[in-house]
Each structure stands twice: as structure tokens, then as C-alpha cells.
């Protein structure tokens, strides 16, 4: 039987419908870091933009944002190692099975298992710390932090004439003044002894490696 006009529409209308016909995407992760002008003692063959965060408190928060999964991860994998290594262990002896399993045995191998897998991720929560350190420390060390045109580098800081006696109630943690004309970006190495957000995070994790 030959379909009618109305009932092929309908067909028509239902198949390329809005809801058969588009897709929903998550939104969008914002960026961790804009693109800035790049200052005149940048490298120019690496580009005229180099990337940023918006400021100190934003870097912090990626800095522990990429420890804390950095640790998740290793400790994903630190449960899967140390299971199978408590298992192995704790793996009676060839010579049991020829008796046959006994609820006594299976129950020591329990306890054993358990003894092995704690102490072994105590060991292993440790050494994911250390390497979440050690993996973020430098690439945020080295990156750029959005500051206010002229904000002074540590460096720039010692050699400023009259540093020591600006009052202390200027002082502020972004210590905007004066610097290199042109410069709206730091490193955060170069912030360490101006910027209270960066100093504290780089001196725990600094000497957290040392240690």
C-alpha cells in the first residue's frame, strides 16, 4: 500500500527532528592559560604570544590541581601493585594444597594479605607525593603569570635604589612597581620574592625535594 503525503512527512519530520538530528557536547574546559604579548627579552623566533595564567592565585590552584591528580593516579596503580604483590607473599606454599584447603589457611592468608597491602601503600602514598612534586615542581616554576605592566623580578627588586626603605604597609604581595617597560608576564621563579602566593607553594615544594 502506497504511503500518503502526510504520513511521509510526518516520517520525514520525526527522522531530521532537532532532537534526532543534534548532538550535545559538554561545555568547554576553560583555559588554564591566555595568550599574552610576548615581552622584548623573549625568545622572538618562539612566536609573538607566549601563554599565562591570569595571576598568582590561579597558578597556585593549577599547581595543586596537577599534584593532587598526579597523586591520584599513583595511587591507582600503587592499590593494583600492592595487591598483587601482598597476594604473592601471602601465597601458601605448594606442598598445603596437597592436603587440601583448610579454613584455618585461607583465614592467615586473609590477615596476611591485608598486613602486606598496608604496609605497602603506606610506603607507596609516600613515594606518590614525592612524585607529584618532583613532576610539577618544574614546568610551574618556569611558567608565566600574568602581573601588572612593570612589576619588579627578584632580581630587579635587589638592584632597585631605595628598596629597603619603602614603608612596610606599601608592601604588598604583587609588589607593583616599576620594572622592565614592556614586561606583563613572570616566571613565577621570578616572583618568589614578591609574590606571597608563589613564594609559600615553591618554598614547601623546594624544600619538600630536598628533603
Known amino acids: 500500500m502506497a504511503m500518503d ?5 510526518t516520517n520525514f519530520e520525526d527522522e531530521y527532528s532537532p532532537s534526532s538530528t543534534v548532538f550535545k557536547f559538554d561545555r568547554p574546559i576553560p583555559l588554564l592559560r591566555g595568550p599574552l604579548p610576548a615581552s622584548p627579552s623573549d625568545d622572538p623566533s618562539a612566536g609573538p604570544y607566549v ?4 595571576d598568582s592565585q590561579a597558578w597556585a590552584s593549577a599547581f595543586i590541581a596537577c599534584e593532587r591528580k598526579i597523586v591520584q593516579q599513583c595511587e591507582e596503580g600503587a592499590r593494583i601493585g600492592c595487591a598483587i604483590n ?4 601471602c601465597k601458601p606454599p605448594w606442598w598445603k594444597a596437597l592436603s587440601g584447603p583448610k579454613l584455618s589457611d585461607l583465614k592467615e592468608r586473609e590477615i596476611c594479605e591485608v598486613r602486606e597491602m598496608e604496609e605497602c601503600f603506606v610506603v607507596a602514598k609516600e613515594k606518590c607525593v614525592g612524585l607529584a612534586r618532583e613532576k610539577c615542581l618544574v614546568p610551574f616554576r618556569d611558567a608565566r603569570i ?3 605592566k612593570g612589576v619588579l623580578s627578584s632580581k630587579e627588586a635587589v638592584k632597585l635604589i631605595g628598596w629597603a ?3 612596610t604597609n606599601k608592601m604588598s604581595s ?3 612597581i616599576g620594572g622592565e617597560f614592556g614586561v606583563n608576564t613572570r616566571r613565577a621563579s621570578e616572583l618568589l620574592g614578591s609574590d ?4 609559600r607553594i615553591l618554598d614547601e615544594r623546594q624544600q619538600g625535594t630536598k628533603n
Not at 503525503?5 to 512527512?9: L, T
Not at 601563554?51 to 591570569?54: E, I, K, Q, T, V
Not at 606571597?196 to 613564594?199: M, P, Q
Open 146 to 148: 600574568k602581573v601588572g
Open 174 to 176: 604583587k609588589c607593583l
Open 5 to 9: 503525503a502526510s504520513e511521509d512527512r
Open 196 to 199: 606571597d602566593c608563589v613564594k
Open 165 to 167: 626603605s619603602m614603608p
Open 86 to 89: 601482598a597476594s604473592r607473599k
Open 51 to 54: 601563554l599565562a595564567f591570569r
